[in-house]
């Protein structure tokens, strides 16, 4: 099914985007003149927050399902994913009538386990290494002939999360920047093809965690470096770029611009207090790269897209310093 | 400009409406699988937390000082306001490029107090109490020939606030039940005034904490009782009705049911958990009726109007207990 470093198109995206259409929130786009003040440009948030299953995982979760239409559902998929896309899938895979297995690091954050459970996926839990991760997910794929479905490196998993962006462009052309957050690359992946197809002349960033700098690094040397032992409070952009999102956002993306976490925290409230919602700290990243660079942004018209809402409310980091 | 004890009409609302449209939010309506399946019925919310000043009171707000347009701006408005009605008169009036004073009690919510501040609007504080607040107001009134704008006992003000029911239910004519919170009972009268006329089947409840419950012992007896000292962490219900309103919501309202403390808390918590979204807590007040009361409601289809979004982040009740 997965097309070895082709890269989606506009075309695929498009067509994505109405495969996905009777699955999926077309979710709205907020404003704040407070934050147009503060930050000097005028901001148009996309609210992946209310996507289904709080998050984007889902459009491309329910793309690669989709996908596998001619495979009989008793065939079950498999995942690895700390957070929102073990989430998007279980509930993807509820909603196909397919049977779904996410491998889990023991220490994934509490919500994310829940959701996964509420859906009714099966979890097998494994040590929070990428060895460990591995090897789990391979033997229980020997074992149950399970199709893996991977959270970024994917070709339709980065359709899927480009028709955020689609969306967006459709309704606001006038953007002139457009900036998501990256962890394994497959939002920034599909917003930039996205991005740059409908709008040639739009300037397209990354948004990253300096301590989990893989992609900065990755983009600069011309080849993937993987990031070791990431720490950050963005708990869904630790994993680093694969073959096919690095493909993609080095082809698409201007720039990755990093920030420190004391900034995505700051963001992180802005949001809560300005737009009146509830998103999870690798959502404010984007903003966050906005406050630590106001000169560079000044004037501009940008969209930002809010990866997700899926946060710990007893754990809030800027009322828990 | 009041006509006193003639009641607004859906026509009146209706022109409000066309009014008040290039100065206003239409307000995003959510759903929550999840909070449905929680409460066993079908769940609308309309958002009002993210109307501009952050609360349904700019709708009211706004209409009222439209409809001064052939008196001199170099005339201030003032008003009373422990909250919302305060910062949504001054946000309108600076829109409109009028001057205003708003009387805020000592103890008034610090983020209420800082929005009215941003907003341009002189501030003069009181004590606590309703006759600090009159003789103060009238004091102002006296010196300065400023226009009293009521925050809910107002013609122009209960259309504006009818305004958000009005948009709800030209986009969800199913619903079988709206409800609302009720503190002055603006937004209540409103609300009913334009759901009676619309969907003339349609069962209204007014939503109110048991520890300010004057609307719903009001209603019983058949007169308005004000509350004495009510104490509840829903900050924007703790007003009394008034004249207008009361006859409004005995007209209209097909019943009040109050609530505890801690169902409001339970509910706002659910709120920010699932719908992903910041409220205040008079905001929670009507999901937590439908929580007390699941039999009463379950499989019915239900229209919520969450009424603003203006909460002090570090003092979420539902993290302090």
Known sequence: MRKK????????IEETAKRIKPYCHITPVLTSEILNNLCN???FFKCENFQKSGAFKFRGAINAL??????????????HSSGNHGGALAKAAKLLGRKCIVVMP????KVKIEAVKYYGASIVFCKPTLQSREDTTNKIIKEKGALLIHPFNDFNIICGQGTSAFEFLKIHPELEIIIAPVGGGGLLSGTSIAAKSLTPGIIVYGAEPREADDAYRSLNAGKIIPSENPSTIADGLLTSLGELTFAAISQHVNDIITVKEETI????KLVFQYLKIVIEPSSAVALAIILENT?????ATIGIILSGGNVELAGLPFLNP
């Open 5 to 12: 470093l082709v890269l989606p198109t506009l075309n695929d």
């Open 41 to 43: 440009c005028t901001l």
């Open 66 to 79: 989709l996908n596998l239409s001619g495979i009989s559902t008793e065939i079950p998929v498999i995942t």
């Open 106 to 109: 023991e220490n994934a954050p």
């Open 265 to 268: 925290i700051q963001a992180m």
């Open 295 to 299: 000169g560079k942004f000044k004037g």
